[in-house]
């Protein structure tokens, strides 16, 4: 069984348009993630949920919005996609205390 | 501005060789030093980690020295095997929170 699963796992689709990947894990962690990596591997953390409640919220462009609708759930949301959110997006989990991270298989999203 | 420096960005290991990476760290708060494996198509996976009341820790094949003073820790890599040709990433973080990144290495191992 996959401890933390993406969905889909590869997205292409247009500038303008709006997308959602979707992401669960089955570990009964508190804690869940979004990391976005670039074209040159850099991981970067974009939001950190904790039993539903958004505790980390990086300089991210407000037209991206996580939304997570219990505990084993965190989705996110993209607005008015832009060529440079060209990226594979990782969820990621992990136990009170924070670590260790769990990082599921990543999507990899390619803006046209 | 990265907060988790790391060296090379990528390293050529003959099999059997030791594979070093580097990274250094500015926020003395951080509590806690992981490092993580990634292969293509996959999601980082937890390899080995280290909290700074300990200079050394080994598991198998990987190592991490830890200097707290020098605020630099590293993976040594002994008897390196094309399998561990990846991408390798330190990271830092505060009570496991709010996980910071270097910027990877990628570490090919020829046969």
């Known amino acids: 069984d996959t401890a933390v699963s993406q969905t889909p796992k590869y997205l292409v689709t247009q500038m303008g348009n709006d997308k959602s990947i979707k992401c669960e894990q089955n570990l009964g962690h508190d804690t869940m993630y979004w990391y976005k990596q670039d074209s040159k591997k850099f991981l970067k953390i974009m939001f950190s949920y904790n039993n539903k409640e958004l505790i980390i919220n990086e300089t991210v462009p407000n037209r991206f919005s996580p939304k997570s609708p219990d505990k084993a759930h965190l989705n996110l949301h993209i607005n008015s996609l832009e060529l440079g959110d060209s990226a594979v997006y990782f969820c990621?989990?992990?136990?009170?205390?924070?670590?260790?991270?769990?990082f599921g298989n990543g999507t990899r999203l390619t803006v046209t | 501005q990265q907060q988790v420096k790391q060296s090379p960005q990528s390293l050529i290991v003959q099999k059997g060789g030791i594979s070093i990476i580097n990274c250094a760290y500015e926020n003395t708060a951080f509590d806690y030093f992981p490092w993580y494996q990634q292969f293509p198509g996959k999601g980082p996976a937890l390899l080995i980690a280290i909290r700074p009341d300990v200079s050394e820790k080994k598991e198998g094949r990987f190592t991490i020295s830890f200097n707290k003073s020098a605020k630099q820790f590293s993976l040594h890599i002994m008897d390196s095997q094309p399998g561990d040709s990846a991408t390798y990433f330190c990271?830092?973080?505060?009570?496991?929170?709010?996980?910071?990144f270097g910027a990877g290495t990628r570490l090919t191992v020829k046969p």
């Open positions: 990271a830092a973080s505060i009570r496991g929170n709010d996980m910071r």
């Open positions: 990621a989990s992990s136990p009170g205390g924070g670590f260790p991270l769990h």
